[in-house]
């Protein structure tokens, strides 16, 4: 059993036989959120929902995730109001952090470090964006799903999978902060577009990514080997 088609697909080229591969999605369960928990964190991090653009990502900080790639384009976006949220720890905080200084933008970029309530911090976001350049069905990105936000992320492993491109979200290129930038303006300036991905992965989550619906899928593996 695997977690996207990108490595059914792998797996079937290294010529394991298809009778004995499984494709289910990792799935996760819908968050029950407590807005009292947000509220903290708003005023933990300085964040200002009503009035400001919240972009957000949840990953480890180290090279896979493309982190370096999200602050450049970060800094080619125009607005007092953004506010981008980094969520995680890893080898790279400390250079990261010099980055967004040196591109200008530590004043609209916090880091969170690692946080054991992600859901109650998502919810704070607009956008969620998944900048990787190596990835198989991100957790992150289907949390993110489930609580019907809009998804920016690369053309990487399942991330395509999970992200139908101008649907529920859009899909760039890996290593390219010009398409990032551009498709997150894109996004940023057009409400109702967000709301419609926000919809439409909203349900897709519930299609294909929801604990449910993984579960589900498993129990008819076993019971088609075991009876």
């Given at each position: 059993?695997?977690?996207?088609?990108?490595?059914?697909?792998?797996?079937?080229?290294?010529?394991?036989?298809?009778?004995?591969?499984?494709?289910?999605?990792?799935?996760?369960?819908?968050?029950?959120?407590?807005?009292?928990?947000?509220?903290?964190?708003?005023?933990?991090?300085?964040?200002?929902?009503?009035?400001?653009?919240?972009?957000g990502?949840?990953?480890?900080?180290?090279?896979?995730?493309?982190?370096?790639?999200?602050?450049?384009?970060?800094?080619?976006?125009?607005?007092e109001?953004?506010?981008?949220?980094?969520?995680?720890?890893?080898?790279?905080?400390?250079?990261?952090?010099?980055?967004?200084?040196?591109?200008?933008?530590?004043?609209?970029?916090?880091?969170?470090?690692?946080?054991?309530?992600?859901?109650?911090?998502?919810?704070?976001?607009?956008?969620?964006?998944?900048?990787?350049l190596?990835?198989?069905?991100?957790?992150?990105?289907?949390?993110?799903?489930?609580?019907?936000?809009?998804?920016?992320?690369?053309?990487?492993?399942?991330?395509?999978?999970?992200?139908?491109?101008?649907?529920?979200?859009?899909?760039?290129?890996?290593?390219?902060?010009?398409?990032?930038?551009?498709?997150?303006?894109?996004?940023?300036?057009?409400q109702?577009?967000?709301?419609?991905?926000?919809?439409?992965?909203?349900?897709?989550?519930?299609?294909?990514?929801?604990s449910?619906?993984?579960?589900?899928?498993?129990?008819?593996?076993?019971?088609?080997?075991?009876?």
């Amino acid at each position: 059993m695997h977690t996207c088609e990108a490595e059914y697909n792998l797996l079937r080229e290294l010529g394991i036989s298809e009778e004995k591969l499984h494709l289910i999605y990792n799935g996760v369960k819908e968050p029950i959120l407590d807005s009292d928990k947000s509220l903290e964190l708003t005023k933990k991090f300085q964040l200002d929902p009503a009035n400001q653009i919240i972009l957000g990502t949840a990953a480890r900080l180290d090279e896979a995730k493309g982190l370096t790639y999200l602050l450049q384009a970060f800094a080619k976006l125009q607005g007092e109001n953004l506010r981008l949220v980094i969520a995680g720890n890893g080898d790279l905080e400390a250079s990261l952090k010099q980055e967004a200084q040196d591109l200008g933008i530590s004043d609209r970029v916090i880091f969170t470090g690692y946080l054991d309530d992600l859901p109650n911090l998502m919810k704070l976001f607009d956008i969620f964006v998944l900048p990787s350049l190596q990835e198989a069905c991100s957790l992150a990105c289907a949390e993110a799903m489930s609580q019907g936000k809009p998804v920016v992320g690369t053309c990487v492993g399942g991330i395509a999978e999970q992200v139908s491109d101008r649907q529920t979200g859009f899909i760039v290129n890996p290593r390219d902060p010009d398409g990032l930038a551009e498709k997150i303006a894109e996004l940023i300036a057009d409400q109702d577009l967000r709301d419609r991905f926000a919809s439409s992965g909203y349900e897709r989550y519930h299609q294909l990514f929801s604990s449910e619906i993984m579960l589900t899928k498993t129990a008819e593996i076993y019971d088609l080997y075991l009876y």
